[in-house]
């Protein structure tokens, strides 16, 4: 029964994915940099985040009417609410502040996202988010996007892995009759100590499925960083993330302060 259930769950991604044969834009986004892991908020408990995103060394230039990304600061509340122990809800602000724009709403994304139970004993964390939203067009041209994220980690001793393969469409902009966009996030990570995590996050959007852009056209980014684990209800990782392309801006400093707040009982049932 077990393995009848994975292989639909299987399915019934490989169908979503083949519904959303459109490929996001290729502006970046730098809002919430951050690879999932597959464990879900627990029901009756609010996680509250925010990410702190700074480019340093960007794109300079206005392209296709969207605002250069050099020095811009972006910060991003991340509201997530646990549902059941399998499943969430997050919802997004996006802001951002430059010289000479001051302080600016950029949009709002909704996130629902569900795992697979405990009790199905899988070798690996897996869930699936998936999430659609609006940003203004001086921000990213393709204005309403949706990404389907699977989501796979594994904790081997003090080593932690996790793969977030996303595919992405575009609803609404030029982008919207291109094809299904992959953008890939990857982490390592080692515990040095109880408290303290160290290791690698690499992001990319290589383009189209089926017809990759070039090295030169794609994002890619490499962060170091570091996890705090203070206790169970904080998070806090910082990073410094470099842009090998010439697509990719060059260099990102990048935080995330997370806090759980629980509200009731948590209930044991699945």
Known sequence: MRNSTIKLAANAIFAIAAILCVRSSAAQGNYEI????????????????????????????????????????????????GITSWSEIGFYVFTSEQDGHGVQWVGDHIRPRVRAPDSWHLPVGLSLSTEIGYQRAIYSPDTWTWEIRPIIDKTLGRWYFAFNPALERTLHGPDVKQGLGFSPGVKVSYDFTRQISGGLEYYAD?????????????????????????????????????????????????????????????????
């Open 34 to 81: 951050q690879v999932y892991g597959a464990d879900t908020v627990a029901p009756k408990t609010l996680m509250a985040e925010l990410h702190s995103n700074f480019t340093p060394e960007g794109q300079k230039n206005d392209i296709d009417g969207v605002i250069p990304t050099n020095h811009q600061e972006h910060e991003t509340l991340e509201l997530t609410e």
């Open 206 to 270: 290589y383009g189209r499925l089926g017809a990759f852009d070039t090295l030169h056209n794609q994002q890619q980014q490499i962060f170091a960083v570091t996890d705090l684990n203070i206790s169970p209800k904080w998070e806090i990782n910082i990073g410094v993330g470099v842009g090998p392309t010439a697509a990719t801006d060059h260099l990102i400093v990048k935080g995330i302060l997370g806090r759980r707040f629980d509200w009731g009982k948590h209930s044991s049932v699945e």
